[in-house]
């Protein structure tokens, strides 16, 4: 057991540097942003990536878990080069269409999406950056299932590294605002598609299969609408505060909301990058319900503490990287982060939907939840502005999570510890109380404070009795091993640097 939960983790922690540069251009370019950019100007810019979003999501044709899926199905790497390639014909053919279709609509979408058809131009560099966004889904898929890891954190870092200098180029220096951010991500999805796509050709070849591509869109077409309600319920309170207040509630909420998605760009996608191949390898032993349970409990872990860690900081650190007229941001991103646990959840919850191929039930749970957050924004948002959004997401997602239990447990049951999940809440929602108690005007100060907070986390499992004998065992053998490790590497330099003339 213990084997391949080591195995997921490590390769979950090479994706996890993979997603961590992936995300650090938003997140780096907030300082930026912030100061070359109004909240408007924000709130615009998060309107045109949404739409893109909801594009992307159509043109993919659930195609991305499809690979992952039907790649793991065949034994023979003919078959399996097969399934690649007919996704990857399967996704071109579609999005060429699909986006010279678009093209001569740039500037009805501009009016549907932001209100003013003036904003054609920006659509247009938005849905060419689109089209060289979905192709890298299949040629990324493959990597995946190549647990090619490593290779996959290098195009990340390479991804990054462009972007970041596009970036300073385009606002920066020559101050073209919300153009130049669409501008930078517009060359760096080329750069990539064109890296990733011919590397996957001259890999795969061209080779179509109309029966593989039959079962791909079979498995794949019932999560075009799960996916189409999974930005419901992540970014339609956006378009609800446009209509109900203005840009600048806009911004705010999408600056706050980006913070909260720290955790899943650094924590939940890292772990589904190398879960959703693991998922179908583990399958095939006696004791996969077991390692499924325990594995989610360790994840649960580390998600928890990482959004407790933002929660306590982040009023802090907005204080620090955004200008004061964002800093009402702050405010929604713990309430954010707990509906983004319940999303967590829900994703490991549905692994018996995955493992029976029944894919309909992720949909009708989604689509219910989504069904809910549009009810929710219209009751909360026109009272309660971006806070009432915030909440509309909690309860969402906790809608979300219920359903998804529900569903998988009845296609292939998992026996989650569930006393010891309800501790890792109870102990993270008594540090959060705690530190409502401080009030520290010095930022250096005020997050040294929380930041202790936070240590004491692991020592409250301990006192409620979260952790298992064979665990902390585990634990004890591992820190004494690392420090012998450190210690032998350390007297090795020592004796080295005695022996040099």
Request: charged fraction near 15%; proline fraction near 3%.
């Amino acid at each position: 057991m213990y084997g391949e939960i080591r195995s997921v983790f490590r390769h979950a922690l090479v994706y996890g540097a993979a997603s961590l540069t992936t995300g650090l251009i938003g997140f780096l370019m907030i300082p930026v942003y912030t100061r070359y950019l109004s909240p408007r100007d924000y709130g615009v810019l998060e309107l045109l990536q949404l739409a893109s979003n909801v594009i992307s999501i159509i043109m993919a044709i659930g195609f991305s878990g499809a690979v992952l899926r039907f790649y793991f199905q065949y034994d023979s790497e003919d078959d399996r080069r097969e399934v690649v390639s007919t996704a990857l014909i399967a996704i071109l053919t579609l999005g060429v269409g699909a986006t010279l279709l678009l093209l001569t609509q740039t500037a009805w979408l501009a009016r549907v999406v932001l209100g003013k058809p003036g904003y054609a131009r920006l659509v247009a560099v938005m849905i060419l950056t689109n089209f060289f966004g979905i192709t890298l889904i299949v040629p990324l898929a493959y990597l995946r299932a190549l647990r090619r890891s490593a290779l996959y954190g290098g195009v990340a870092l390479g991804r990054l590294v462009l972007g970041l200098a596009l970036n300073i180029v385009f606002v920066v220096v020559l101050r073209m605002s919300v153009l130049g951010v669409l501008l930078s991500g517009l060359i760096v999805a080329f750069v990539s598609s064109v890296g990733l796509v011919g590397g996957a050709l001259r890999s795969v070849g061209l080779n179509l299969s109309r029966a593989k591509f039959d079962e791909m869109a079979a498995y794949g077409g019932p999560l075009v609408p799960a996916s189409l309600s999974m930005f419901v319920l992540h970014f339609a309170d956006r378009f609800f505060l446009q209509r109900m207040t203005d840009l600048n509630q806009v911004g705010l909420y999408a600056l706050g909301y980006r913070f909260a998605m720290m955790l899943p760009v650094l924590v939940m996608e890292p772990f589904a990058l190398i879960w959703g191949a693991a998922m179908f390898a583990i399958a095939r032993r006696e004791d996969a319900p077991q390692i499924y349970a325990r594995l989610f409990t360790y994840f649960f872990f580390v998600a928890t503490a990482f959004a407790l860690g933002v929660s306590l900081v982040i009023k802090d650190a907005i204080k620090v990287v955004a200008t004061p007229k964002f800093l009402a941001a702050h405010t929604v991103v713990p309430v954010v982060l707990v509906g983004l646990l319940c999303l967590a959840a829900s994703q490991f919850f549905e692994t018996g939907v995955h493992l029976s191929k029944r894919t309909i039930f992720r949909a009708a749970a989604v689509g219910s939840a989504a069904a809910i957050n549009l009810l929710l924004n219209l009751l909360l948002i026109p009272k309660y502005g971006m806070m009432g959004a915030a909440v509309a997401t909690l309860l969402s997602f906790a809608a979300l999570a219920a359903m998804s239990y529900v569903f998988g447990q009845r296609l292939y049951r998992i026996p989650y510890e569930f006393p010891r999940l309800a501790k890792l809440v109870a102990a993270a929602a008594l540090i959060y109380w705690a530190s409502t108690w401080l009030h520290i005007e010095s930022v250096a100060a005020s997050t040294a404070a929380r930041a202790g907070l936070l240590a004491l986390y692991p020592g409250l499992l301990y006192l409620l009795g979260f952790y298992h004998h064979d665990e902390l065992l585990k634990a004890t053998r591992a820190g004494q091993a690392a420090a012998v490790s450190l210690w032998q590497r350390v007297w090795h330099v020592k004796r080295v640097s005695e022996s040099a003339p």
